[in-house]
């Protein structure tokens, strides 16, 4: 009986110990970068570059994602896209 006693403390005590420590750890928010690159040999990189901006903003709102940015890198000529 004395055994089984320890044994429920011992467990009782290693979960709490678990669950504290859990709750000391700070969370970071998890960040996603995600860069995309248009075609060299499409004729027209700047509006391509501005339409995939605005489709991809677009799908975001539709899905509800908050805080994020869509953003084309670099000089307009460059076709990269940074999200």
Same mark, same amino acid.
């Given at each position: 009986?004395?055994?089984?006693?320890?044994?429920? $403390?011992?467990?009782? =005590?290693?979960?709490?110990?678990? =669950?504290?420590?859990?709750?000391?750890?700070?969370s970071?928010?998890?960040?996603?970068?995600? =860069? =995309? &690159?248009?075609?060299?040999?499409?004729?027209?990189?700047?509006?391509?570059?501005?339409?995939?901006?605005?489709? $991809? &903003?677009?799908?975001?709102?539709?899905?509800?994602?908050?805080?994020y940015?869509?953003?084309?890198?670099?000089?307009?000529?460059?076709?990269? $896209?940074? &999200?």
């Amino acid at each position: 009986m004395h055994q089984r006693f320890t044994s429920a $403390i011992t467990i009782l =005590l290693l979960v709490s110990v678990g =669950l504290g420590c859990s709750l000391l750890r700070p969370s970071s928010p998890l960040t996603w970068h995600l =860069l =995309l &690159e248009i075609d060299p040999a499409t004729p027209n990189r700047e509006a391509a570059t501005q339409q995939t901006v605005n489709i $991809i &903003e677009s799908r975001l709102n539709a899905f509800g994602v908050h805080n994020y940015k869509v953003l084309a890198q670099g000089p307009p000529p460059n076709g990269r $896209i940074l &999200e």
